[in-house]
């Protein structure tokens, strides 16, 4: 397929509609030409034959009869109107109803015998409107044809109008973009905050930096994971910046026919040099930046045209002084090299997840609107919390008001906020499981996992034991990280590793090997990923420091379609043994710190089934209670999560 300016190409695909268009229109006009005629005909109809209309009546008289009326001397009074040639008769037996009687049209003897009977007698002419009835009538049917006209008119010149804007950009202008947001309500993202508030000075301000000579950034590149705040910045620079801001997503550019895109782009950047200074916010640019010639397939498609038009606008041979583009992506890693090059976008800032300090700022904005009662604490709320994104954070404190709401409560509190909390990280709380032998084996399963843990000195501390079923699991036991989520070291996730296997430790320990449930079996490819990447990833194992797996590629970015390696065949069996080795030294540290507290496990799972949720602090002290080989635990204030076993 040729690529064509978006006038011609636009011109090229009005004959495609012409045909379709000509026939609905054809279409219409036969329609309203039959609905005409038959109106036509009708009102004819109507007018011409009046007698059809007439139905015999208690209050009309044939011809005849008034005739034989009238030589019985029976007529007291005669009324004829000339104009309709009807004749009103009053008759001597009823005084006061006139009857209707209908005359030929030549009653030359009708009048000397009124006359002859004496009969009290009178002529008039009533006023006919008729005439004017018909003329109102057939320009009635005038007016409906026109209107009919005018609308297949129109209709036509919309999908002229719409081949030939085809190329048009479909941006959104505000002149002065009134978003309703500010960099104040903004939170948890400092210095992603402190680099476009650096942005929008440079448009108010361009003297401050074009006095020691620097230049305006070209452009501005918003990375992050999804739920961070990159949307919601570039609305609080729209609403900071106070000149004309565009607005587009990159999926927008992309249409079936080629160029179109590229046409799009073109007409973009000329309505922003119109406009300059100004700022050109598109969301989601993987869509449209992606790299080019590299997968499957052919390179000339719509996506890299509309790319390569992307570039040449941004940094190609003709300027575009003050326009600032600021994008946005969720994955940087597909994009194309030659739009991440400075010229293009010379700032790449980082929307990364909040820290704790960022999370109470983030839930300091969202709990403005709300009615929070005064026992809740932001602070343990943001230390619960590590992992979220500020929409996590904004949906968690909704979810907590929805919950009040429902339970008939004037405020939001600390209870309604752990429900919450736990909805999103577990999924919605089941039905508890009745006293029975999947009770009982569900508790030894979360308990074993708790104990594990809590034996291992590298591992974070137990939060809660629940064996209430959440989404799909039958149980869950939370754990809390000491310190945000970071570097760990070989001791911490071999930790991990036997925690995972503490519940199948647990049940081979307890009910035997043949005894042994599926339950386990998310924990198992858990800790198969973890010893996994130990051995080709981290360099933690006897290989030696090698990356034997590299970062997996997908197809499309020029990634293996097989599962071919850098390695031997020997190297891949010596893998294998060693993270086999790991699971199964695992499982015996597991299996040996279970047997060890075979009776505190015991006393624990009674409990455990009694009250169906055991948080942290009860755990730890009834283990040490119970437990003859656990020393005294520091106490901690952490609280659950994402992590979960």
Known sequence: MKNYDSEQRALDLVPAYQPNNRKKNHKRANSIGKLAAGWMIFQTLFLATPVLAQQKQENTLSYSEFLEKLEQDQVNKVEIDETTNKA?????????????????????????KIRARNVDFTIKESIDRSTTVGI????????????????ILRRSANTSGQALNFGRSKAKFQMEAKTGIQFDDVAGIE??????????????????????GAKIPRGVLLVGPPGTGKTLLAKAIAGEAQVPFFSISGSEFVEMFVGVGASRVRD??????????????????????????TGIGGGNDEREQTLNQLLTEMDG??????????AATNRPDVLDQALMRPGRFDRQVIVDYPDMQGRLGILEVHARGKKIAPDVSLEAIARRTPGFSGADLANLLNEAAILTARRHKDAVTMLEVNDAVDRIVAGMEGVPLVDSKAKRLTAYHEVGHAIVATMMPSHDPVEKVTIIPRGGAGGLTWFTPDEEIGLETKSKILAKIT????GRAAEEVVFGKDEVTQGAGQDIQVLTSLARKMVTKFGMSDLGVLALEGQEQPVFLGGDSGNRHEYSEEIASQIDLRIRNIASNCLDRAKS?????????DRIVDILVEKETINGEEFRELLAKFS??????????KVPSLLKK
């Open 88 to 112: 009103s008769v009053i008759l001597k037996e009823s005084q006061d109803t006139p009857q209707e009687v209908l005359l030929f049209e030549q009653n030359q003897d009708l009048i000397p």
């Open 317 to 326: 041979f003709e300027g575009n002084s003050g326009i600032i583009v600021i």
């Open 136 to 151: 109102l009538l057939n320009l009635l049917i005038f007016v409906v044809l026109l209107s009919g006209l005018i609308m």
């Open 191 to 212: 210095e992603a905050k402190e680099e476009l508030q650096e942005v929008v000075t440079f448009l108010k301000e361009p003297e401050k930096f074009t006095a020691i």
């Open 268 to 293: 973009l950047f000329k309505k922003a040099k119109e406009n300059a200074p100004c700022i050109v916010f598109i969301d989601e640019i993987d869509a449209v930046g992606r790299q080019r010639g």
């Open 593 to 601: 710190i279970i047997s060890e507290n075979r009776l505190a496990i």
């Open 628 to 637: 003859p080989v656990y020393g005294s635990q520091p106490k901690t204030d």
């Open 499 to 502: 925690s995972a296997l503490g």
